[in-house]
């Protein structure tokens, strides 16, 4: 069992910059896949980036590529998401989780939620 608990959300202007942090409880952090998702109003979840266990391998979604940064701190068993040059299209719930197996890229092989923290940005 993984309990997740995304912080650092907020509101920010548009082009800012925001750091989400997701702390984890559990020994087994560092054997999962971390990905960060986000569900804005009236949409779907959708996959923004991940990262393996070992903190190497990140994949990103294409909207956010070269504007956010996912890493990870197995030693304080936390992840983290570095958000740059933000958007109001960025503006979503953003959600940590840990997949256990299948594709990264889809919600369904993620095992473990956090509750989500909300991002806005502003024009």
């Known amino acids: 069992q993984v309990q997740l608990v995304e912080s650092g959300g907020g509101l920010v202007q548009a082009g800012g910059s925001l750091r989400l942090s997701c702390a984890a409880s559990?020994?087994?952090?560092?054997?999962?896949?971390m990905g960060w998702f986000r569900q804005a109003p009236g949409k779907e979840r959708e996959f923004v980036a991940a990262?393996?266990?070992?903190?190497?391998?990140?994949y990103y979604t294409d909207s956010v590529k070269g504007r956010f940064t996912i890493s990870r701190d197995n030693a304080k068993n936390t992840v983290y998401l570095q958000m740059n040059s933000l958007k109001r299209e960025d503006t979503a719930v953003y959600h940590c989780?840990?997949?256990?197996?299948?594709?990264?890229?889809?919600?369904?092989?993620?095992?473990?939620w956090g509750q989500g923290t909300q991002v806005t940005v502003s024009s």
């Open positions: 990262i393996s266990g070992s903190g190497g391998s990140p």
């Open positions: 559990g020994p087994t952090f560092r054997s999962y896949t």
């Open positions: 989780a840990a997949r256990t197996r299948g594709s990264l890229y889809v919600a369904d092989s993620y095992i473990y």
